[in-house]
């Protein structure tokens, strides 16, 4: 979807109520330059508002601010920052339209829009509680860091754990409540009971499908009087009819009833099992995920230029056993005997692998754990992206899990390590440079650290922390150099507290060599 018009930013109260916005629209001759609504006036002159959808109720403050240019201009925009341009455009776009769609591409802080455009809501009384669905690996990172910074006056829970602990949050007084996606079909009877004025889905594409239990539990929650704002940077990216859920699910009424039309709108059926885009397929999908916003990094002038992010992945069962015990011996070799570097360095490279899901014995056999949730957080991290990836990934055996991944999942990728032989090397930056076949790069850090440009990719994931922060900003710097042309994002996937710690040391551009025994040493002494 990337035709975005420029238009005007139409005067309109809380209750959202398209025929006015079309009126006042027609009065305004001066666009705002950076609001992209991917909206042309003559759609917006065919709209007709969904009547099945109540509207917030107005308050006192938002009916004295009709006559200027943006909703939020007397809101104080609380946080550690200040909002960027494009940033109180969305979140002025969100406060507008109670049933929308954010396009924002990742990395350009829609999760701080969203959480203003909210906390707006409820300061004016629109609404009394917000309900926040999003990945396990971001609940925490993401959402309730950003609520943190951005909202640090409202009170915040977090719905994780058994259904009891998941209860306890949905009934408590918590304004925001944070919960996974399989978590709401856990404690959906309560959600229904309490008072949920908005609900923020975020990576909606988990909806995509309406013959699925999460899609069924979520429609039964949104009622006509609940706001609904669905949150993706890339809507429909494996087919025209992934649209359809998510429209089916927020805006009814801009798609037919049955899927089936749907995809008949949209796609050629060629044979019994395959089918192909019609040319207006874009254009079907445009209309139907209406009214949206999308920004990309490129258009954000305000934007940093890396932008750096973590996302987690908790450890597994598994894992988390074996993680124990080596703390565990660890703790018994520290109490009895001094440690040297060489020493803690091998404990701590096994407790990184265990967390990466392949450990290598003392006589170099390969031990292989559960590493589903980090494989999962990747692949969720790879779908949002709109560009190219690469992927740094320390361990060679767990080059292996990630790739056999990736290709299961259908994500064309290939492979960078020390096996490569410079020729092939070679023939893999072209392609992944100049061709559109390659999607991800996945890099053992040491084979692609210096000299190599990669600005086809404009994001990097970090499958786990490096030793060595010469090595961490080499590899950063192969898509920051001359021809990138997008705002690049760093994403950090950490599981344990040993990787936490280091990802830290890394930030503040700290060599973990010269503080090896610094970090062993907390290592052992946490949790005993």
């Known amino acids: 979807m990337s035709n975005l018009q420029e238009m005007p930013v139409p005067e309109q109260d809380t209750k959202w109520t398209p025929k006015e916005s079309i009126e006042q629209a027609k009065t305004l001759t001066t666009p705002s330059p950076l609001v992209k609504v991917e909206l042309t006036l003559s759609q917006i002159l065919s709209l007709n508002p969904p009547a099945q959808i109540v509207p917030f109720p107005e308050t006192q403050t938002t009916q004295s601010k009709r006559t200027s240019q943006r909703m939020l201009d007397d809101y104080s925009w609380p946080g550690v920052y200040p909002p960027m341009v494009h940033q109180k455009d969305t979140a002025d776009f969100l406060v507008r339209n109670k049933r929308s769609f954010c396009f924002n591409e990742q990395g350009t802080g829609k999760t701080a829009s969203a959480i203003w455009a909210a906390d707006y809501l409820l300061e004016n009384k629109a609404i009394k509680r917000v309900l926040i669905v999003c990945p396990l690996s971001i609940m925490q990172s993401a959402w309730q860091a950003d ?5 640090v006056h409202r009170k915040v829970g977090v719905a994780y754990g058994d259904r009891n602990k998941r209860k306890a949050v949905i009934n408590s ?5 944070i919960i996974n996606y399989d978590g709401v079909e856990i404690v959906a009877d309560d959600i229904a009971k309490r008072n949920f004025g908005l609900i923020i889905i975020d990576e909606a594409n988990a909806y995509k499908t309406v013959t699925t239990n999460r899609w069924k539990t979520m429609n039964k929650l949104v009622t006509p009087t609940t706001g609904l704002w669905l949150m993706t940077g890339t809507p429909a990216a494996q087919s025209p009819t992934d649209a359809y859920g998510l429209a089916k699910l927020c805006v009814p009424d801009r798609v037919p009833r049955f899927f089936g039309a749907f995809r008949d709108k949209t796609m050629i059926n060629l044979s019994q099992f395959r089918w192909i885009p019609k040319p207006n397929a874009n254009e079907v999908v445009f209309d139907a995920l209406q009214p949206a916003i999308r920004y990309i990094k490129k258009d954000c002038l305000d934007l940093p230029e890396v932008t750096h992010v973590f996302r987690d992945a908790p450890l597994t069962s ?6 124990k015990l080596l703390k565990k011996e660890m703790l018994m070799v520290a109490g009895g005997e001094e440690i040297s570097a060489v020493n803690a360095a091998v404990n701590l490279n096994k407790l990184l692998q265990i967390s990466g899901g392949a450990v ?6 390969v031990v292989e754990f559960d590493v589903s949730n980090r494989l999962k957080v990747i692949e969720e991290v790879i779908n ?3 560009n ?5 990934v320390p361990f060679t055996h767990t080059i292996e899990l990630l790739r056999l991944h990736l290709r299961g999942a259908r994500i064309a990728c290939e492979v960078i390590n020390g096996s490569v032989t410079v020729n092939k090397r070679t023939e893999i930056f072209k392609r992944f440079q100049e061709d559109n076949d390659i999607k991800v790069l996945i890099i053992q850090p040491q084979a692609a650290s210096h000299g190599v440009t990669l600005t086809a990719a404009d994001t990097i994931i970090w499958y786990a922390p490096v030793t060595s922060i010469e090595t961490y900003l080499q590899a950063n710097a192969r898509i920051d150099r001359q021809g990138q042309k997008n705002k690049m994002t760093v994403v950090h996937i950490k599981g344990s507290p040993v990787e936490t710690r280091m990802y830290g040391m890394l930030q503040n551009k700290l060599d973990v060599h010269t503080k090896i025994i610094d970090l062993y040493k ?4 946490e949790n005993t």
């Open 384 to 386: 949002e992206a709109s």
């Open 318 to 323: 598994q894992q988390e056993k074996y993680y």
């Open 388 to 392: 190219k990836v690469l992927v740094f």
């Open 147 to 151: 609520l943190f910074k951005f909202a």
């Open 173 to 177: 007084d918590a304004e925001f409540v």
């Open 360 to 365: 290598y014995s003392d006589n170099g056999s």
């Open 522 to 525: 907390k290592e052992v002494e």
